[in-house]
C-alpha cells in the first residue's frame, strides 16, 4: 500500500483477516450494525434478533405491524444496507 494512501480500520482489518473465520465475524457484525442505520432507531428498538448467512440476512420482529410495514419496503431497505457497506453483501433480506 502506498503510504500516501490512507485505509479505514474496518479495510485495513478485513484485509488483514483475509478468509479467515474472524472475517466471517466481522462481515456479521457490519451487515447487523448496517441493519440499525439503515431502518433506525424506532425499528431498531423492536428487532429481537438478526443473523447473517450466504447472503441473507434474517431479521425477527416483536411487532407484526411493524414487520408487514417494512415488508413493502423490504427492497429499498437491502439497497441502503448495502450502501452502508459500500458492497452488494446482503443479496436478500427476510423479515420475521
Known sequence: MDRNKFATLGDALER???DSPLAEGLKYSR???AWDAAVGDAIA???LSKSFEA???TVRLSSSVV???LEMSK???RARINDTLGDN???TLILR
Open 16 to 18: 488483514y483477516l483475509g
Open 31 to 33: 451487515v447487523c450494525e
Open 45 to 47: 428498538h423492536v428487532t
Open 55 to 57: 447472503g441473507t440476512l
Open 67 to 69: 414487520r408487514m410495514h
Open 75 to 77: 427492497e429499498d431497505i
Open 89 to 91: 453483501l446482503v443479496k
